[in-house]
């Protein structure tokens, strides 16, 4: 999503969702089977979140992550595991079905 004279910008002078895109853009281009992502829809906006959706969709590697955005959970988790009481709980499914089962 980086296009015309914004090939040339400097990482340093980058937004947060520019440096977002960037890191993603990186970690496409290697060849590792985990991703570990914090919140990975922050500092985003919904263009590169929908691309962000679609390409961990293709991803074949694991991907492990923590976020707050419900709507994303349910379109990437598979898993989720809720920790409480020193203990996890392992729900097959997304955030829907483990708010159904829960």
Avoid at 10 to 32: A, C, D, I, P, Y
Avoid at 69 to 81: E, H, L, P, S, V
Avoid at 84 to 100: F, P, T
């Amino acid at each position: 999503m980086f296009n015309g004279e914004n090939v040339f910008k400097k990482v340093g002078t980058l937004s947060g969702g520019e440096k977002v895109r960037l890191k993603l853009f990186e970690l496409m281009q290697k060849n590792v089977n985990l991703l570990i992502m914090d919140e990975p829809t922050n500092h985003i906006d919904i263009t590169t979140q929908e691309v962000l959706e679609e390409a961990l969709k293709d991803y074949l590697g694991t991907i492990l992550f923590i976020s707050h955005d419900r709507y994303f959970i349910n379109k990437i988790a598979q898993k989720i595991f809720y920790i409480e009481d020193q203990s996890i709980i392992e729900y097959l499914g997304n955030y829907d079905v483990y708010r159904q089962k829960k």
